[in-house]
């Protein structure tokens, strides 16, 4: 019988080509034979590395052996199971699954009701963070969680720069996209561990909004840099809202606020099938801003900002605002928006990409009669001098820029996640309000149609996913069915959502 060892070493190479990641490992310990066949093999390692995970970008440089490695470790330490074992390796951990998600693939089969194509990487993410500890030692790791858990003792954080492993983990978490909505992820979840406060705390606290913020999620100093923790309590706020007001139960919000890693990454944005040709300036524009957004907007009843911001101004400008936890409004719109004009970078701007402008329509799916519902849109798309994307956007009112946001997109160029930022007074007064805004892509489509000819027209297709998933599935029965609308109706007290055709009207009760 022939050995491994004394087959051609062509042959021994792809034979090694098929095994598990984590046995490249002891395979060289085996004998001298395999131990200089692995070693340096970097076309081993690339091998190796596309038979289990994603064809990364042309544009990328990958260290093969390297990259296989570090996945390896980042399995390894995740699969320990203390957290207080796990938590020192967050800035690896950061770095690993940033770089997976900047390799996902993006030329891939889309995934039923989504807009974002199937990911190896993303998978094993997913299946990583899906343990509670993990969720805990490296999701749960910012300053508002620590707040919530009542760790937070300085009284001058911040009067020091953010603390880099705040920021590590929220970016992470951001990139999770599934808000933890609760302190505790891996032990007790109680009404006074749920983060919906805390995050509300940061975002209608007025002070967070300064020039060099640009009153958006961003650093408060010269550098344009992202604040992440600013964008995680965007998240958990709107995401909060959602949950309690049941719409996460629907495909167009479950599969974009509920599923790990749904698009978190450049590129990911798959557009459902549409009939018409694209125009010259949707060509050159390489955000994909035209076509139909879906956009949350929340904002809490003005007394309640007033009094939550104003009434006790001796507070020090270090120290954060308390746990704020009052009724919210929830608004669902429609955005039709498409490219306008595109020029290339200012100063400020990052060069690796051009501005792009844009104009469109903005229609609230619910409160209609509202004077502020409806509205024209004009905004621009560009790249800030770290590499991140920036969204500004105004509603115009009788041809009168009356708000604005600032935000970022979550995920990089033309991701599926969306966009996350705040909204606020386009003269960006003092006195507010302002509050949270988050938008995501769910159509290529720009047709003027109002109503609810236009909802069917552009969410059908993620509708259509959905319900042949159901009538595919041999499990599914009508009792299912039953079950699902008992499990409806039970939300939260005080909560109201009412559907009426494809309208909602979301408010929140607290």
């Not at 809202?241 to 990911?268: I, M, Q, Y």
């Amino acid at each position: 019988m022939t050995l491994l060892t004394e087959l051609p070493p062509e042959i021994v190479q792809h034979v090694l080509g098929y095994v598990d990641p984590p046995d490249l490992a002891w395979i060289p310990r085996i004998c001298k034979s395999f131990y200089y066949t692995v070693k340096g093999n970097t076309t081993l390692f690339k091998v190796v590395y596309l038979n289990n995970y994603d064809t990364p970008p042309t544009n990328s440089n990958v260290d093969w052996e390297e990259a296989v490695k570090n996945i390896v470790r980042l399995q390894v330490i995740c699969r320990r199971d203390r957290i207080q074992d796990k938590k020192n390796e967050l800035p690896f951990v950061h770095d690993v699954v940033t770089s997976l998600l900047q390799n996902a693939a993006t030329d891939t089969e889309r995934v039923p009701s989504t807009t974002h194509p199937l990911s190896r990487n993303a998978k094993l993410l997913s299946s990583l963070f899906q343990d509670e500890t993990n969720q805990s030692a490296f999701l749960c790791r910012s300053f508002i969680y620590e707040r919530a858990r009542e760790e937070y003792t300085s009284d001058d954080y911040s009067h020091s720069p953010p603390k880099p492993h705040h920021q590590q983990s929220a970016h992470l978490h951001c990139l999770y996209g599934a808000p933890m909505l609760y302190a505790h992820p891996e032990s007790h979840r109680t009404r006074r561990s749920k983060m919906g406060p805390y995050a509300c705390s940061k975002v209608y606290d007025l002070r967070q909004y300064t020039e060099n913020t640009k009153w958006g999620p961003f650093m408060d100093d010269t550098t344009d840099r992202v604040d992440w923790e600013k964008v995680e309590a965007i998240m958990l706020v709107i995401g909060n809202n959602l949950r309690k007001l049941g719409l996460t139960k629907f495909p167009v919000c479950k599969n974009f606020w509920e599923a790990p890693f749904a698009g978190t990454w450049p590129g990911s944005y798959k557009p459902l099938p549409i009939t018409r040709e694209p125009d010259p300036l949707e060509l050159q524009d390489p955000y994909g801003v035209t076509g139909t957004w879906l956009r949350v907007v929340c904002f809490l009843d003005y007394t309640d900002f007033f009094a939550y911001n104003f009434t006790d101004e001796r507070l020090p400008p270090h120290v954060p605002r308390p746990a704020i936890d009052v009724g919210e409004a929830t608004r669902l719109i429609l955005m039709k928006i498409r490219v306008t004009r595109i020029e290339p970078p200012g100063p400020d701007d990052g060069q690796g990409l051009p501005v792009v402008h844009f104009e469109g329509i903005s229609r609230s799916l619910d409160d209609s009669y509202d004077e502020n519902a409806n509205s024209d849109l004009r905004g621009s798309v560009r790249l800030t001098r770290e590499g991140e994307v920036r969204w500004t956007t105004f509603s115009v009112f009788s041809g009168v820029e009356r708000w604005r946001s600032e935000s970022v997109q979550v995920g990089g160029v033309k991701s599926a996640k969306g966009i996350l930022g705040n909204w606020f007074d386009k003269d960006f007064d003092p006195r507010g309000p302002a509050g949270p805004t988050a938008f995501w892509k769910v159509s290529d489509r720009v047709t003027e149609s109002g109503g609810y000819r236009a909802l069917m027209q552009d969410f059908l297709p993620l509708i259509q996913d959905q319900h042949d998933e159901s009538t595919d599935d041999p499990s599914h029965s009508e009792e299912d069915d039953d079950d699902d609308e008992d499990e409806f109706e039970e939300d939260e007290p005080g909560l109201e959502l009412e559907i009426t055709g494809i309208s909602w009207v979301t408010w929140t009760d607290d």
